[in-house]
């Protein structure tokens, strides 16, 4: 397993922690500044605005900065409730520029989030949705994690929060972005926690804070049919499928969840995602698993599968893990695969790997760099002769 509890760091049961208003929505953040007793029922919609630009649009993390609001009133909040981030526990910035953060969101509770420049119209940051993940993909580490649990949206918000601060992009920048883009594509299964998903999704688009456009904004899943359309409804993000293979045998070997929801059934899903055109199209994300999933068969299959639909697909090459069974194709496959999509009329860039010297890749997300810190601890432990 992937996580391990560390009661030691724990805070003292005296003290309870004070309500953070950092990922609540606009909706939530007026009802708790109602509720706290800190401004009254007429007055909470205009300062809910008032914070919310202090913490949407300037990133502050401290009430003595919003000196819009008196300095009164500003103690009052101070003393009924929390800004903090939480924790970073491990940074690291890769010879390409990719920067990836552990962070720590409670204790025993580690997400990593990967920031990628040149993706997207600048730099896309690739957030967690969940702790491990409960779907058992067999070329995915995060698969093999038994899932801890769902992320809250104020968690998931914490990590475009803190990408932010590391980027020193506050207050929001309308030009000259560095991050542009954000991918639901770290560890987890979106559309299992799709409540917070939404509301955080809701956080981050909001005009007058962070402002990501939902059509700046992917939301990866591996197929979960039944919450397709309320994902499209409720957040109009743009949708990512993991598809992997074009016939169920494969797929079930692959991502066993389809068994439940055949590919049939997938792509009815698919066509039916509400706004889907030719301006908003699908993304299809098919690794490449040498021998498995990349002949030119495979290929032929796949533009017939997507006939009709307004779709990209995105090649990545597989990432192994020690344990994994499988290999990743050799290029001269993955450009053949890619050049028989791109004759049958569908764009498809091939991922190429980013951040491989810092571990940052698909799939590999925090399991990878536990087990370095784990084998450095042993090493340190290890007395020398
Ligand atoms: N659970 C969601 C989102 C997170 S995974 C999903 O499955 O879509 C993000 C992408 O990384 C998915 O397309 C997933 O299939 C892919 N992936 C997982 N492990 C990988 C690996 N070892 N190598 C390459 N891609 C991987
Ligand atoms: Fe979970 Fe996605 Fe990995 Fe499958 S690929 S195990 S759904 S994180």
Redesign the pocket.
């Known amino acids: 397993m992937g996580v391990t509890l560390d009661l030691s760091r724990a805070p003292p049961a005296s003290a309870p922690a004070k309500p953070n208003l950092t990922g609540l929505t606009r909706t939530e953040l007026q009802a708790v500044l109602v509720e706290a007793g800190v401004v009254r029922p007429e007055k909470a919609r205009m300062r809910a605005g008032q914070v919310w630009r202090w913490l949407h649009h300037y990133g502050v993390t401290d009430f003595s900065m919003m000196t819009d609001i008196a300095k009164e009133t500003r103690g009052q909040f101070a003393e009924a409730f929390s800004l903090d981030r939480p924790e970073v526990v491990e940074r690291q910035v890769s010879r390409d520029g990719t920067r990836k953060w552990l962070i720590r969101m409670a204790p025993g509770i580690e997400v990593e989030t990967v920031y990628i420049p040149d993706v997207g119209r600048a730099g896309a940051l690739c957030v967690s949705s969940q702790v491990g ?1 409960t ?3 067999t070329f ?1 580490h ?2 093999t994690q038994a899932l801890v649990r769902n992320l809250t949206a104020a968690e998931i918000v914490a990590q475009v929060q803190l990408a932010r601060d590391d980027l020193g992009e506050w207050p929001s920048p309308k030009e000259d972005r560095r991050l542009s883009n954000i991918v639901f594509m770290g ?3 979106p559309l299992y926690n799709l409540d917070n998903v939404a509301a955080a999704i809701d956080i981050i688009a909001d005009h007058e804070g962070i402002a990501i456009s939902r059509r700046r904004i992917t939301v990866s899943t ?1 197929g979960v049919v039944p919450e397709l359309e309320a994902l499209g409804t409720r957040t109009q993000a743009m949708l990512a499928i ?1 598809l992997h293979a074009t016939n169920d045998p494969l797929r079930e070997k692959l ?1 066993p969840l389809n068994k439940k929801y055949p590919i049939a059934e997938l792509m009815a899903a698919i066509r039916a995602y509400p706004g889907l055109s030719n301006a908003k199209r699908v993304t299809f994300e098919y690794v490449m698993l040498k021998g498995v999933n990349d002949s030119p068969a495979d290929a032929k299959a796949l533009v017939q599968l997507l006939k009709g639909v307004p779709a990209k697909i995105n090649l990545i090459p597989f990432n192994p893990w020690p344990g994994s069974t499988y290999e990743c194709s050799d290029w001269g496959a993955i450009e053949t695969f890619a050049a028989i999509l791109n004759r049958g009329g569908y764009a498809s860039p091939i991922r190429t790997p980013r951040g491989r010297d810092i571990l940052a890749a698909c ?1 590999q997300l925090k399991s990878e760099s536990e087990k370095l810190r784990a084998s450095a601890r042993r090493k340190a432990a290890t007395p020398s002769t």
Do not use: A, D
């Open positions: 993940c779907l058992n993909c995915c995060t698969g560890m987890g299964e591996s993991s991502v799939g």
